[in-house]
C-alpha cells in the first residue's frame, strides 16, 4: 500500500502546516473520526476540522512527527507518532474532564488507526497511553 503512506505523509504534513482544508479533502464525506472526547463520533470532513481546531486550540504550535508506520491488513495502517505542543488552553479529555492550561510544552504519543480505501481516509481512531497524559497534564504546578 505505497500510495497509502504517501497519503499518511501528506496528511500529517497539511496538519503540521495549518493546512486544514487540505487535510480535511483526505476524508471520505461519510468517514468515522473517534477523537477525544470519546463520547463524541464525528464524520467527514467536517469532523476532521473540528478536532484539528480543537487540538491547536489546546496546544497553538502542536507538532506531529509519524514516528512509525505499520500496515495492519489491507486497508488500515497503524501510525505512531509524536506530539509536541505548548498547553495553552484547555483541553477537553471526555470523562478526564477538562485538562486546564500548563503553558509548558510536553511531548506524548499517540496512536492513529486510519482505513484507507480508494485513496481516502474513510476511518480515524486515536489512542494514547492514559498513564503518560494524565502523569503530564494532571499536575497542577505550572
Known amino acids: 500500500m505505497p500510495d497509502a503512506h504517501l497519503l499518511i505523509r501528506d496528511y500529517y504534513k497539511a496538519f503540521n502546516e495549518r493546512r486544514f482544508e487540505s487535510a480535511a479533502e483526505l476524508f471520505t464525506r461519510d468517514a468515522t473520526i473517534e477523537h477525544l ?13 473540528d478536532s484539528a481546531r480543537a487540538a491547536v486550540a489546546a496546544f497553538p504550535d502542536l507538532h506531529l512527527q509519524i514516528v512509525h508506520v505499520e500496515q495492519r491488513g489491507d486497508t488500515i495502517c497503524e501510525v505512531d507518532v509524536l506530539c509536541t505542543g505548548t498547553h ?55
Not at 38 to 46: C, H, M, Q, S, V
Not at 91 to 107: A, I, N, Q
Open 37 to 49: 472526547p470519546a463520547a463524541i463520533t464525528r464524520r467527514g470532513p467536517d469532523g476532521y476540522l
Open 88 to 142: 495553552e488552553g484547555e483541553w477537553s479529555m471526555g470523562t478526564l474532564g477538562p485538562f486546564k492550561p500548563t503553558g509548558r510544552r510536553h511531548s506524548y504519543h499517540i496512536r492513529e488507526m486510519l482505513e484507507i480505501r480508494g485513496g481516502k481516509i474513510t476511518y480515524s481512531s486515536l489512542s494514547w497511553d492514559l498513564q503518560e497524559i494524565v502523569a503530564q497534564f494532571g499536575k497542577s504546578e505550572p
